[in-house]
């Protein structure tokens, strides 16, 4: 799988069977964190068969079951854009090895997540990671025209960029973004004001250049 095919087929999946993540899928998993890890200078932390932090009201609540397998990410305030940009490299990379994903930001247990404290950077969000017990469901997405803006006529790479915008996750499916086309190749990407809507931008501008493509434009 590609990862442009992941971003189609990858969705939110919240029931996980009790089947660990193990072997060359665990390495490459592993491998994988580490680069963007050392990309983003961001914490991330793999935990692995530890389902405590899912193991709460809240999450039962967010109808979250056998999670055992989570990404934690940890920064300073102030980076969630890149929280979300280099976290659903992560999610996407791990659609590819047919793992299923969930983000979570506020059903699970801070107090639970396996983490070393580490000085200026907190807990901001983690990703549940492990072989879902169903694939998922599309999700409801906004009218082109309600995310997309531009002057003239938009190329093909531009729509390429929207469209793989509109699959991306979003926090409650909120999609308080918009992509505008400055001249000819120059892209704006804003966001508005929403539940953890920064971190949804980051995902969205990941999700973006996938489909349009680095080559074709540059963020304004």
Known sequence: MTIKEAIKERH??????????????????????????DESGLTMDLVLSDGRAFDT???????????????????????????????????????TLGLNTCWVALTYSKAKVRTAKRKGVSVRIVIAVGYGAEDGKPHKSKDFSAVAKADGVMPAWF?????????????????????????NNSVKAVSKLGFWSKVDLGIVKQHFEIGAENENFTWA
Do not use: C, W
């Open 12 to 37: 939110s999946v919240r029931r996980y069977l009790d089947r660990p993540i193990s072997g060359n899928v665990l390495k490459e998993l592993e491998s994988y964190i580490d680069a963007v890890r």
């Open 159 to 183: 729509v390429d960029g929207v469209e793989a915008a509109l699959l991306a996750p979003t926090a409650m499916n909120q999609q308080k973004f918009q992509f505008i086309l400055v001249g």
């Open 57 to 95: 009201a809240l999450a039962h609540y967010g109808h979250f079951s056998g999670v055992q397998n989570y990404i934690a990410i940890s920064a300073p305030k102030g980076s969630d854009e890149d929280i979300g940009y280099f976290g659903e490299k992560i999610v996407l990379f791990a659609q």
